[in-house]
């Protein structure tokens, strides 16, 4: 291209034009068509070829019911003593390249953070506010005197929705879905994610847990590799009956995938959802023994057997990990492509992982944060967040316009339905043009250094369903973080909390009587956003109305 249009401006130079009478003379207009004709060329190449910026390849890695602490990496400022329990040394790795979140939020259960990740939405607005698996049968339980409410959507996100990899396959990502989806109920189309926009899908379906996590048990299949839904995990059929554990399988899988993706030249989209470390919680046998009949670090308890296999599941998504870093580095694409970590929701903390960990108590196991998993305190939301370039380059252009401080910590505050936009950011997608659907989330990447700090949001939480367990916090909620204020409206008992979390993370001590006039600012906050989203309330049983926060 270069030569061509020095071709033309040497031959213009060579022969100086004579005294121009009127118009173009042919020479100009040869030149001039010429030049037009490669621009026309060029343009319509660029088009087809060249995004409108430096496209990033993106890895999204979503860890299922990973809590707060169960990394090697501290998001608290210091290390915990689980921290010292568990192993993720590639984590570690990749939060000392990168920017680690210490505010970094996701909604209580599995199938509302998915579906704000792939549609940028609080699940108040997109309606899917509880786990998702029969379109006709609602999974919620009910109390006493309240129900789910009548209409939300059961059937969970379906292709009509405007999704993350929809966007970015427009302009030019291809998009790789692996792992749990989780997304749209069983035979629906949202139950496969090729519907959703991804151009391939591993082993992603509507169930939000696996059958088994073990090659040897066909991953929940029927014993003759038949199919055995809801919970049998699809199309890994060559690991049927080997000693694969399903993390190792996924990881495998998707490094054939990206091959594909890389050879196409296109940019890639990895949304890396392994299944673990969900219940099932069974040993990765890899890992095992680095817990199993061992005492917890630097005490003499011995770890409970429930404790040790879920340890090996945590150590498992770690080499999966390491897989995906070394398989970019590899490829000499590594500091073109980011990872963003994080989970779905807070640690598991009850069923069948109520255990006594390092004596602290029963259901525990997010310590110092409250309760778990579908609960409306800071352990059932608050997760592990950490944005890094797979590596650091600083001379590149690329890494210029997206700049992350390695080994940095920020206190930004991140919440799920933040993640599309960020990733349309990362890829040069202006969301202004996202018109099928109205974006709650916020594009964070200018927050990351410390000399910009993001102005105070109010992150909201709306779960008006029962999710099934009993402890603290299970119960149908709204809450509503603003600053370090946390307030939190229970529909059973219609009562509300108060809680400041910079002073007590813990959520021990309940302001809601001490500081009537925080609490009325905060009430106010939540009743306006829950408002604005459109959100949908429990049905008060014995009238059939819907309860709304008062
Ligand atoms: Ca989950």
Not at 141 to 161: D, V
Not at 351 to 369: A, I
Not at 439 to 447: L, Q, R
Not at 484 to 499: A, D, H, T
Request: proline fraction near 7%.
């Amino acid at each position: 291209m270069v030569v061509l249009l020095r071709y033309c401006t040497m031959k213009s130079e060579s022969n100086p034009p004579k005294q121009r009478k009127t118009g173009l003379r042919r020479q100009d207009l040869i030149r001039w068509g010429a030049l037009m004709l490669l621009g026309l060329i060029f343009q319509s190449t660029a088009w087809a070829a060249i995004p409108p910026v430096d496209q990033p390849n993106i890895i999204v890695f979503l860890v299922d019911d990973l809590g707060w602490q169960d990394t090697s990496v501290a998001f608290s400022g210091e290390e915990t003593a689980f921290q010292k329990h568990y192993r993720t040394p590639h984590l570690k790795q990749l939060a000392n390249r990168g920017v680690t979140l210490t505010n970094a939020y996701a909604h209580c259960v599995c199938s509302p953070t998915r579906t704000s990740i792939l549609t940028g939405q609080n699940p108040a607005r997109h309606r899917v506010t509880n786990w998702t698996l029969y379109s006709d049968r609602d999974q919620s339980g009910k109390t006493q005197n309240i129900a789910a409410p009548t209409n939300w959507r059961k059937e969970g996100l379906q292709p009509e929705n405007q999704t993350l990899p929809q966007l970015l396959k427009t302009i030019g990502y291809y998009t790789i879905h692996c792992g749990k989806a989780h997304w749209g109920a069983m035979n629906t189309p949202g139950s496969n994610p090729e519907n959703l926009g991804f151009d391939k899908n591993i082993a992603g379906h509507s169930a939000g847990a696996p059958g088994s996590y073990q090659g040897l048990d066909n991953f929940g299949n029927h014993e003759d590799g038949s199919p055995n839904p809801p919970w049998g995990v699809p199309d890994l059929e060559k690991y049927y009956g080997t000693a694969t554990h399903l993390t190792d399988a996924l990881a495998m899988e998707v490094t054939a995938a990206l091959d594909v993706a890389i050879d196409s030249g296109k940019p890639f989209f990895l949304y890396m959802a392994p299944y673990a470390v969900h219940t099932p919680i069974q040993a990765h046998p890899r890992f095992i023994d680095n817990y199993r009949g061992q005492k917890y670090s630097g005490s003499e308890i011995l770890i409970p057997e429930e404790e040790a296999c879920y340890a090996s599941m945590v150590e498992g998504y770690d080499a999966a990990l390491g897989t995906l870093m070394a398989k970019v580095r590899d490829a000499n694409i590594a500091d073109k492509t980011l990872i963003l970590f994080t989970s779905d929701n807070g640690g598991l903390s009850v069923l069948g992982r109520n255990t006594t960990p390092r004596g602290t108590g029963q259901n525990t196991h997010n310590w110092p944060l409250r309760e778990g998993k579908g609960s409306a305190y800071e352990g059932g939301t608050r997760v592990p967040a950490i944005l890094s370039w797979a590596t650091p380059d600083r001379g590149s252009r690329l890494q210029q316009r997206i700049p992350i401080v390695g080994g940095s910590t920020c206190n930004t505050q991140f919440i799920s339905e933040d993640i599309f936009p960020t990733v349309c950011q990362w890829a040069g997608f202006d969301i202004a043009n996202a018109t099928g659907n109205v974006i709650d989330g916020v594009a964070i990447t200018e927050y990351l250094s410390a000399t910009q700090k993001q102005a105070q949001r109010s992150l909201l939480f709306h779960y008006p369903h029962v999710w099934g367990p009993q402890g603290e916090g299970y119960q149908p909620h709204s809450a509503l973080r603003y600053g370090n204020w946390k307030v939190i409206y229970f529909y059973g008992p219609q009562r509300w909390e108060l809680y400041h979390l910079e002073q007590d993370i813990g959520e021990a001590q309940d302001l809601a009587l001490t500081e009537p006039t925080q609490l009325a600012a905060m009430q106010s906050r939540l009743i306006k956003e829950l408002k604005n989203h459109g959100a949908q309330f429990p049905v008060d049983i014995q009238t059939g109305k819907a309860r709304l926060p008062q």
